[in-house]
């Protein structure tokens, strides 16, 4: 069974400081999808990492696809209170789609 | 470009009555997944269908039940429900089978609330 393990599962940060979500497999995966959901809504698309190696930046955060293609990480720089939410990585194989736990973040102001 | 769309937005049942939630694909689109997240916990997968066929369910019971229509959008029907069925019941579409890469893309959900 193909399993999405991230963490830390909870975390709480102030503003202005840096964290990092990771997401890790012992499968392979042709791609990595990372979502933030907000309380009662859907996931919302962050990135799309194809090619092991990859790094995406979006604004303060940046993504990274393992070589091998079995782990990512989220890294945040100086997070916001408008970051708060539950980030969810999700694996993309053959006919499948495998969500990680995910990892609640609150940051204060 | 519309994004996918559920409704209705919010549901209340009573314990042993029918649900059934409907979505519709981005266009373009032509697999649709449902998903089921209780509060505060992650997706469970439920089902799978594209081009109007089921091409894979997750572990839940028969009463669970959707099929997709020729324009693609899909229904989720919850038969016998229980108060465990209250969630947030999410849909997603993606582009469909043969890709390799098959990024989904999320609806606003349905909240189902059973008493």
């Known amino acids: 069974t193909q399993l999405l393990e991230q963490s830390p599962q909870f975390l709480s940060i102030q503003e202005g400081e840096n964290l990092t979500v990771y997401c890790n497999s012992s499968s392979v995966f042709s791609s990595l999808q990372w979502y933030r959901q907000e309380p009662g809504e859907g996931p919302v698309l962050l990135v799309t990492?194809?090619?092991?190696?990859e790094v995406k930046k979006l604004k303060r955060l940046t993504f990274q696809f393992g070589d091998a293609r079995k782990d990512s990480s989220l890294h945040i720089t100086a997070a916001q209170p408008g970051d708060t939410g539950l980030y969810l990585c999700a694996g993309t194989g053959t006919y499948k789609y495998i969500f990680g736990t995910g990892t609640r973040l609150k940051v204060l102001a | 470009e519309a994004g996918v769309t559920q409704s209705p937005t919010h549901l209340i049942k009573t314990r042993g009555q029918q649900a059934t939630l409907r979505c519709s694909p981005i266009s373009g689109h032509t697999s649709v997944y449902w998903y089921q997240q209780a509060l505060g916990l992650g997706l469970q997968f439920l089902l799978w269908?594209?081009?109007?066929?089921?091409?894979n369910r997750g572990n839940f019971p028969p009463r669970f039940s959707g099929r997709q229509f020729p324009n693609y959008s899909s229904e989720l029907n919850v038969n016998a429900l229980e108060l465990e069925d209250s969630a947030l019941y999410l849909c997603?579409?993606?582009?469909?089978?043969?890709?390799?890469?098959?990024?989904?893309?999320f609806g606003p959900g349905t909240r189902l609330l059973v008493l």
């Open positions: 269908y594209d081009e109007g066929e089921e091409r």
């Open positions: 990492v194809v090619t092991g190696g």
């Open positions: 997603a579409s993606s582009r469909g089978t043969g890709a390799t890469q098959e990024t989904q893309y």
